[in-house]
T-cell receptor, first 112, second 115 residues
Framework: EAGVTQSPTHLIKTRGQQATLRCSPI?????VYWYQQALGLGLQFLLW???????NRGNFPPRFSGRQFPNYSSELNVNALELEDSALYLC???????????FGPGTRLTVT | AQSVTQLDSHVSVSEGTPVLLRCNYS??????LFWYVQHPNKGLQLLLK??????LVKGINGFEAEFKKSETSFHLTKPSAHMSDAAEYFC?????????????FGTGTRLKVLA
């Protein structure tokens, strides 16, 4: 069974640009979570999507947004990139009735 | 409200000696608890989970953890460390009864294994 996949692996952008990160959950999983892992800051919860709807949002500005598609894949968009947005962005999926999340390998975003 | 505290930010052990990574939690409901491992520049891998069944939980790679409600602890142990265990470990708590599927991550413990 294929795991959670994320693309691209690495992304380099300049300040002010927009970044789009993609995530495909494990087949059958309907929930997708996004996390930011910046150096020294641990994992910070960004967004939770389930059945196509945003269910919860972490303490991030509105320039962090996303969506979930009918096939349950998800996209994270970061507008007006700032240097401090440089981080590893992790996607996780969960399927009912499971409680555990399964993580993808991450997208390393570098803002210069 | 939920919270999780990993008591050690760094742990060093010699290869072949026991590993103990400590985690205390706080939860208003019946918690689900997880341990994940992250190798450098990789995603998180689930080691084990507690979701109200047996209090002693066995995971992958020889790791296990014991849920102790009276101590609000969920410490991760392994009898004999291997070089490949060197990584960062995260303890995670989630409230099952609340139905919110919100996950709180600890700040991580970096395990170093000495030859």
């Amino acid at each position: 069974e294929a795991g959670v996949t994320q693309s691209p692996t690495h992304l380099i952008k300049t300040r002010g640009q927009q970044a789009t990160l993609r995530c495909s959950p494990i087949s059958g999983h309907t929930s997708v979570y996004w996390y930011q892992q910046a150096l020294g800051l641990g994992l910070q919860f960004l967004l939770w999507y389930d059945e196509g709807e945003e269910r919860n949002r972490g303490n991030f500005p509105p320039r962090f947004s996303g969506r979930q598609f009918p096939n349950y894949s998800s996209e994270l968009n970061v507008n007006a990139l700032e240097l401090e947005d440089s981080a590893l962005y992790l996607c996780a999926s969960r399927g009912d009735p499971l409680y555990e999340q399964y993580f993808g390998p991450g997208t390393r975003l570098t803002v210069t | 409200a939920q919270s999780v505290t990993q008591l050690d930010s760094h742990v060093s052990v010699s290869e072949g000696t026991p590993v103990l990574l400590r985690c205390n939690y706080s939860s208003s409901y019946s918690p689900s608890l997880f341990w994940y491992v992250q190798h450098p520049n990789k995603g998180l891998q689930l080691l084990l989970k507690y979701t109200s069944a047996a209090t002693l939980v066995k995971g992958i790679n020889g790791f296990e953890a014991e849920f102790k409600k009276s101590e609000t602890s969920f410490h991760l142990t392994k009898p004999s460390a291997h070089m490949s265990d060197a990584a960062e470990y995260f303890c995670v708590v989630s409230d099952r009864a609340s139905g919110t599927y919100k996950y709180i991550f600890g700040t991580g413990t970096r395990l170093k294994v000495l030859a």
